[in-house]
Structure formats: C-alpha cells, structure tokens
C-alpha cells in the first residue's frame, strides 16, 4: 500500500509562489506515473500537471508557464512549484500516483490547501 503526503500549501498573495512536495511511501517510485490535481470549492477534480517516467511533462494551460512539476526519484518525492500564483489558482492540492503497470495501483493524497488572496 502506498501513502501520499503532500505538504507546502498555504495562504499566499496574488504573485506570490509556493512550493508543494508530496512524499511516496512505497518502493519502486519510478514505476509511477506521478500528478497533481486541483479542486476549488463547487467545482470538479481538475488535473494540473503530470509527470510520467519516459515522457514529457503536461499542464493544464492555466498554469503554462508558472508552475513546474519535478520528481526526486533518489527521495521519492515529488515537487509542485507554483510562481505567480493567481486567486483563480486557489484550491485543495491532491498528489496522485499511479503505477505505470498496474492501474489498479491508483492512489491520492490527502490534499493541501492553497490560498491566494490579497
């Protein structure tokens, strides 16, 4: 069984940056195709970006050019870090991990909440 922890949210003003981090607790963390999503309030599950081993990385083109996804393979743990941070970018941040061989090893985070607001 894998655990997500994410870490890094908080209240942050509109240009402002933040960094999220989520630790894998299971082995083989190369094996998994790592993501993070995103939900506002009244709003669905959105992704935000993904990094899969041997492919490039992709956003959703709200946050194209401000925020970068990275992978630590040597520390299990995967990176978020949001510049230029706007209101719209306000909401919970789930860290996802799915394993490239086996999509039945589906697993979230419990999420971090980000605020961006003046």
């Known amino acids: 069984q894998v655990q997500l922890v994410e870490s890094g949210g908080g209240l942050v003003q509109p240009g402002g940056s933040l960094r999220l981090s989520c630790a894998h607790s299971?082995?083989?963390?190369?094996?998994?195709?790592m993501g993070w999503y995103r939900q506002a309030p009244g709003k669905q599950r959105e992704l935000v970006a993904t990094?899969?081993?041997?492919?490039?990385?992709n956003y959703v083109d709200s946050v194209k050019g401000r925020f970068t996804i990275s992978r630590d393979n040597a520390k299990n743990t995967m990176y978020l870090q949001m510049n230029s941070l706007k209101p719209e970018d306000t909401a919970v941040y789930y860290c996802?991990?799915?394993?490239?061989?086996?999509?039945?090893?589906?697993?979230w985070g419990q999420g971090t909440q980000v605020t961006v607001s003046s």
């Open positions: 996802n991990a799915r394993h490239l061989r086996d999509p039945l090893r589906n697993y």
């Open positions: 299971g082995s083989f963390f190369s094996l998994y195709a």
């Open positions: 990094f899969t081993p041997g492919r490039d990385t």
